[in-house]
């Protein structure tokens, strides 16, 4: 069975995650969402909320699920017998970071890491862009999944 683990803060879901997530279906027989908690974060939304979001979006789609975790994702994936781990890359920046944290995982763990590059018309969105928009009372909705509606932040 490969199953694969989509690591994030999802602060919150963008489009260019649910492109992401809808182009690994085909690719594994599990993708489990894994919303990081990290303490010393300060997030806009709840976990709740990030939790919600992503259940809504994808609650038509058996083969994801949504988990919530601390600590390493290389653990995470071992306790949930995930054989990959699921990364976006929207650009070279992304590609230098993410391509660091695979080489440790898979020496650390033996894991894969799998990386889809973004749709170009979504390769922009990134979260922290999202949350800018949202503080400032701009037009979110066109970068978010429809499950991402909320009234003022």
Request: hydrophobic residues 40%; glycine residues 6%.
């Amino acid at each position: 069975m490969r199953k694969a683990i989509f690591p994030g803060s999802f602060d919150p879901i963008t489009l260019g995650h649910e492109d992401i997530i809808k182009r690994g279906i085909p690719l594994f027989d599990e993708i489990v969402i894994a919303i990081g908690v990290n303490a010393e974060k300060k997030y806009m939304f709840s976990l709740e909320e990030r939790k919600r979001f992503i259940e809504e979006t994808f609650k038509d789609e058996p083969k994801v699920s949504v988990i919530t975790y601390e600590g390493l994702t290389i653990d995470l994936a071992k306790k949930e017998k995930a054989n990959f781990i699921l990364r976006g890359l929207r650009n070279p920046a992304d590609f230098e970071f993410e391509k660091a944290i695979a080489h440790t995982n898979r020496k650390l763990s033996k894991i894969e890491t799998v990386f889809l590059l973004t749709a170009a018309s979504t390769s922009f969105i990134s979260s922290s862009i999202v949350r800018d928009v949202l503080r400032h009372g701009g037009e979110y909705e066109q970068l978010v999944p429809k499950a991402v509606r909320v009234k003022e932040k």
